[in-house]
């Protein structure tokens, strides 16, 4: 598999897949820049009377609900839709799920249109799955990792999604496999908006990808790595980010099947 998830990478940079956002404030300079590390076209637009030209012309959409209002929520909805309709990947990021009923309103309202990849931490995804129906009497408790699982396999069942499950571990779930990435460094958690993007970077690798379950592992793979690689020479979370950036750019083919760390279930 691991050949696999190296030509996912390549493919990235050979087709340069343009990604339209519509993200949050605090983390679009940072998604913009990892999306053109690995090779991808960034664009961060959520202007409602562009939405539907923007969708049709990018080859991915990336939702992310973090510093969401009542204009960007229309805006999201509008794209949710289109992307839908017309068949291209989209990836939802549920920043923030359960934390107020505007967000799960709307997170609700985005589900109606099926993203090819959600991307949360376990507690987003557990929140996303109990905001839409109460699944099971594990998922009420404390956000352990395998009661993120049974949410996220409520998610696949119900919306047909790849589910990525970000955390120490990162799990990739669809309809028949589970896959455990064991890549990254605890350091990267204290770096914003990594989280933010991991999604934009799943976006890309879905695009070119018909496998959206390995091209979502490949894409969480590539970042761990470039984590994991980035933190040697960094004095903390400000030097980890930009060599993040430089290793998402540069990681060879050597370094890369040196330190990847997935299993298969």
């Given at each position: ?11 990235v ?5 343009l990604v ?5 404030f ?8 990892a ?38 929520s ?51 995804i ?6 839409n129906?109460t699944?099971?009497?594990g ?20 919306f047909q999604?790849?589910v ?11 309809d ?63 030097s ?17 099947f040196?330190n ?5 279930k």
């Amino acid at each position: 598999m691991e050949n696999n998830l190296w030509n996912y990478i390549q493919s990235v940079k050979n087709q340069s897949p343009l990604v339209h956002n519509i993200t949050n404030f605090v983390v679009m300079n940072n998604t913009a820049n990892a999306l053109l590390a690995v090779g991808a076209s960034p664009i961060m637009s959520h202007a409602k009377s562009e939405i539907k030209d923007m969708v049709s012309i990018s080859n991915a959409v990336v939702i992310n609900i973090g510093t969401l209002d009542e204009y960007w929520s229309d805006s999201m909805l509008i794209a949710a839709e289109e992307a839908h309709h017309t068949k291209k990947t989209w990836v939802l990021d549920p920043v923030g799920a359960g934390a107020t009923a505007f967000r799960d309103e709307i997170l609700s309202k985005l589900l109606e249109f099926k993203p090819t990849v959600i991307r949360g931490n376990a507690s987003e995804i557990i929140a996303l799955a109990k905001a839409n129906k109460t699944i099971t009497k594990g998922v009420d408790s404390t956000a352990e990792s395998n009661e993120a699982i049974t949410a996220a396999k409520y998610l696949v069942e119900n919306f047909q999604s790849v589910v990525c499950i970000s955390g120490a571990t990162d799990i990739i779930i669809d309809d028949k496999e589970m896959y455990f990435v064991e890549n990254g460094h605890p350091l990267m958690t204290k770096v914003t908006g990594l989280g933010c993007s991991a999604s934009a970077i799943v976006g890309a690798f879905a695009s070119i990808a018909e496998n959206k379950t390995e091209s979502t592992v490949a894409a969480m793979v590539l970042l761990g790595i470039a984590g994991e690689l980035a933190e040697k020479n960094s004095a903390g979370p400000g030097s980890l980010q930009m060599n993040i950036l430089d290793k998402l750019y540069n990681i060879s083919e050597q370094e890369f099947f040196e330190n990847v760390k997935v299993s298969k279930k």
